[in-house]
């Protein structure tokens, strides 16, 4: 029963048990569209008449991959809720199908089963997981603004306790094959080499004439899951806790995930059936909302990004096996546990012993949270931070094939470190520097190879932060840009090039935006008040909040070297050093915006208003407070693109989704301006400029488009 062009194919063995694959043709995962589900449903009626049958191996041909999730095209193009309801109870009929044959069905799982992926092994009566690291599984649907529609909301919950399955539904995070057996989520974890064997012996010790699959939790419940999920009271709890915790993080922004949560609710107290019915018509209405389509937009922005080489024409990039990171602070720790996670073995460097030992230290707690997390095992924590070695000297330093510099950020101490460092290098060695706003073309004079020096730009947390920041100098070849883009993508980060000119792109976007919070406390509006507006539009914190965590002598410093680059329109409030002087830092000294107390921010401190010597009374709405930040933003941007400090909208939005956490479902700073409309924009901008100062004063291109009638997509 096999076909080249199929997506989805079987055959059976002389022991009676049918191999049903799934290897979509000239594709690099497994999409569940539309197609492929009725060519599914075809094959499903013919297994049903097979005569002899003894079990189905549910399996891909694909390489890390089981079933990637639906096509997310086909999502896109939903603009009818009952469209969007009748293709979700068109999976679910296919997907019961599977799971109403009359002999055991396994899934054989060795990759990514996401999404409807995870739905159909749902499915499946049974479920065994290789212990390969991408053998990842989810239900990631609310992070593109729905929720699962082929059967997620009412068979996870059926099968593991409910509030590990209400974790994975509104969350969307991936569960790795140790915690996937650990919660009944599959049955058995083997090799890849026993996959297909213990597939088939499971199929060999549940056979039998009148097999029936089996209903329910796979793994007993403790005493506490019993009293607290086996009653309605209990149960009743947990939805509301669920609730209370997704209002307090979302704000009511992302839709699809109280849906899901009530989805879950509603259909739990039905029969299996009643619940998949709900949950179509649920599937529907999230389909078609504002949400979606720009979650949807930021995916596709994503996948973008990962493709880009960023530069132009066919550019070979040179192979990184081993690395050097040069400064054992916060940064360089966290650089360096980067690479030693990845497998490369990296050399960390510094002046002091104890600087050494606060990198290793800051590597070392990433990777025992990863421990704790059971994302690593013993012999995989030793194994990684083994990767890193240390040295005071430069020995090993003619082996890097490249070196990440993060040291202090002056640019005379860099330049001195840099221009040494190059020295120790092998002739193809490339070299870079994780500034945050100061010169790569100034940094690169005095040494031997300019073309072979670039920025690379991590954000803090390393390990969280999505994005890295690869800027161009002057003499930057396309070869060592490209390399530093391919090594990027190899460390698991979003890598976007920048031209190289003050503050790159997020800082110099991020700095007015956090500047005119500081302008407002100036005018007399309270620290709540600006960043409850800011929470409210969907930042993932405020300003302030913000600056605490960045630093308040990291910012400073930052709108210092923007000022003295751009002029008047960056002049920071006079606030920033006032506080500075006070000798507040944030979070790192807990004094800043905020009170801290063992590590937990408080309510903010009132003090900070006796800094400033006059302090006016306006009183700004909360509309108002968003459109001054948010604004300036859209504006720098444009004059971003005006300069050529990126090649597009791409990186823009990328850039401030992955580096800056605006929020996805507004589908980033230049999709939500379209959304407003430019004129609007500038009219905006035109009002502030008139009531506020000069620095509101709409870019050249702005005024452009709207003459035009163009949006930036």
Do not use: W
Not at 332 to 361: H, N, Y
Not at 461 to 478: A, F, Q, Y
Not at 529 to 534: K, M, N, R, T, Y
């Amino acid at each position: 029963m096999s076909n080249e062009d199929a997506a989805v194919s079987y055959e059976i063995d002389a022991s009676g048990i049918a191999y049903l694959v799934f290897d979509l043709p000239g594709e690099k995962v497994n999409k569940l569209s539309i197609s492929v589900m009725e060519e599914l449903d075809g094959l499903l009626a013919r297994l049903e008449k097979e005569s002899g049958l003894r079990g189905v191996v549910v399996t891909s041909n694909k390489t890390d991959i089981f079933i990637a999730g639906a096509d997310i095209s086909e999502i896109e193009g939903i603009v009818d809720p009952k469209k969007g309801r009748d293709l979700a109870t068109r999976g679910q009929q296919v997907l019961g199908r599977l799971e109403s044959l009359p002999v055991p069905v396994v899934a054989a799982i060795d990759g990514a089963t996401l999404g409807g992926g995870m739905e159909l092994a749902l499915a499946c009566h049974y479920r065994v997981v290789t212990n390969n690291p991408k053998a990842v599984m989810g239900l990631p649907e609310v992070k593109l603004g729905i929720h699962p529609g082929f059967g997620g909301t009412q068979r996870l919950p059926r099968l593991i306790s409910l509030r590990s399955a209400l974790d994975m539904i509104l969350t969307g995070k991936n569960i790795y094959p140790k915690k996937a057996l650990r919660l009944g989520l599959a049955d058995k974890m083997v090799p890849a080499k026993c996959l297909k064997t213990e597939a088939m012996e499971i199929i060999d010790r549940v056979y039998s004439e009148n097999y029936r699959r089996p209903v329910g939790l796979r793994k007993k419940p403790s005493i506490v899951d019993r009293l607290i999920e086996r009653t309605s009271i209990g149960r009743n709890l947990v939805f509301k806790k669920a609730k209370e915790a997704l209002l307090e993080k979302t704000r009511g922004k992302y839709p699809a995930t109280i849906k899901a949560l009530q989805v879950t609710k509603e259909g739990l107290s039905l029969h299996l059936e009643g619940g998949l019915a709900i949950e179509a018509s649920s599937l529907g209405e999230m389909a078609v909302t504002e949400e979606c389509k720009n979650l949807i937009s930021v995916f596709y922005l994503q996948e973008e990004m990962k493709k880009s080489t960023g530069v132009k024409g066919k550019v070979i990039p040179k192979g990184i096996e081993r690395a050097v990171v040069l400064g054992a602070g916060v940064m360089g720790g966290g650089i360096a546990q980067l690479f030693a996670d990845k497998g490369l073995p990296v050399r960390m460097k510094d002046i002091a012993m104890e600087s050494l030992g606060s990198g290793l230290k800051a590597a070392s707690k990433v990777f025992e949270s990863a421990l704790k997390r059971k994302r690593i095992d013993r012999r995989q924590f030793a194994q990684r931070l083994g990767n890193i070695s240390t040295t005071l000297d430069y020995s090993g330093f003619g082996n890097a094939d490249i070196v990440v510099e993060a040291v202090v950020e002056k640019m005379a101490v860099k330049k001195a470190v840099l221009k040494e460092c190059e020295g120790f290098l092998k002739d193809d060695a490339i070299l870079t520097s994780n500034t945050s706003s100061l010169s790569i073309t100034e940094m690169a004079e005095g040494l031997e190879r300019p073309e072979s020096f670039a920025g690379m730009h991590f954000f803090n947390p390393v390990h969280r932060m999505p994005l890295v920041e690869v800027i161009r100098g002057k003499h930057t070849s396309d070869e060592t840009t490209a390399t530093v883009v391919a090594l990027s993508k190899k460390l698991g980060k979003v890598p976007i090039v920048v031209n190289d000119r003050e503050g790159f792109l997020v800082n110099r976007l991020l700095m007015p935006y956090l500047n005119e919070a500081l302008l407002m406390i100036e005018e007399g509006l309270s620290i709540e008040a600006i960043d409850e507006a800011l929470l409210d539009f969907g930042m993932p914190m405020g300003a302030l909040i913000l600056l605490d965590e960045i630093g308040l002598d990291v910012g400073n410093h930052v709108a210092e070297i923007l000022y003295n680059a751009f002029g008047e329109r960056m002049k920071p409030a006079a606030l920033m050093q006032e506080v500075l002087d006070s000798g507040r830092l944030g979070r790192k000294n807990a004094k800043g915006y905020y009170a801290y107390t063992s590590g937990k921010r408080g309510a903010s401190d009132k003090a900070i208003y006796g800094l400033m010597p006059e302090r006016g009374g306006r009183l700004c709405p909360a509309e108002e407070i968003m459109g001054r930040c948010i604004l300036l933003m859209v504006n720098e941007a444009a004059l971003c693109l005006e300069e050529k400090i990126v090649s597009g909208v791409m990186e823009i939005d990328g850039g401030m989704i992955f580096g800056t956490g605006f929020p996805p479902f507004r589908g980033g700073l230049l999709r939500y301006a379209d959304r407003l409309g430019i004129r609007e924009v500038v009219i905006k901008l035109e009002e502030f400029k008139e009531k506020y100062g000069e620095r509101f004063k709409p870019a050249k291109l702005l005024k452009k488009m709207e003459k035009s009638g163009k949006s930036f997509y």
